[in-house]
């Protein structure tokens, strides 16, 4: 049986935490302990009350991660426009508007996309947003290029995509950074660099098959530029079998 939304919700937010300071406050009334024992098993339950806060949102990332992956745009939407109605902080909303961008690129939508990173308010080289930075850029880079803005697509690859891989190589962010990089060499009409770029990539069974279902895009996209319609619609069809659910081939 399917557990309601507002169930797991209030269960997480509210029953455990609950839970956590009911057995502090047993702890204090059946018990002798005065002093600092009470201080102390109050220290330990706002760590455990900080533990249980931070693994909801590792579980919702995570979550938000895997469905980007593999290619589930209206889930991902779903999922963010959930957690966004319970969150009251803009710092919390920034990365659930991001995740809102990314399945509306997903889905074919970049104007949609592009109206999430505004309310996103992430501003490049602002010290409070920059953990949102790479993906922001990402998403941002995505809606311009299908939108044909070439120009602004590689603004925000040098400004916000390049410093990130300087500072952070982690095989992650090459690789959000390659396929960028693909997308605004596409837009620009380098075919060939885009191609080149990404066609090592697209069998890499490590990737997700909503990633791979991309990569193909792009390349169907690079040959069909190159006027190769063969292997354009060989990549095409390959990024529809892997990511059915998205719209990445027009």
Known sequence: ??????????????????????????????????????????????????????????????????LAAIGEPEQLLALADDELARRWFPTGKTPLHIYRAMAHNLAGRPKDAQAALAAAQ???????????????????????????DAAGARATFDKVMVPFTRIMPARGIDLIATEAEARVRLCEGDAAGARDLVAPLVKDIRLGPGARGQLYA??????????????????AAKARELAPNCVLVA
């Open 122 to 148: 992430v501003r490049p080289g602002e010290r409070a947003t920059r953990t949102w930075q790479l993906l922001w850029a990402a998403a941002d880079i995505d809606a311009r290029t299908q939108l044909g």
């Open 1 to 66: 049986m399917k557990i309601p939304g507002w169930a797991r919700h209030y269960g997480d937010a509210i029953l455990v935490p609950a839970a956590l300071v009911l057995v502090y406050l047993a702890f204090v009334l059946t018990s002798s302990a005065t002093g600092w024992a009470r201080v102390l098993a109050a220290g330990f339950m706002f760590i455990a009350l900080g533990m249980w806060v931070g693994f909801r949102r590792l579980r919702l990332h995570a979550g938000a991660a895997r």
């Open 218 to 235: 792009i390349v169907a996209g690079a040959e069909t530029k190159l006027g190769d319609e063969a292997a354009a619609a060989a990549a």
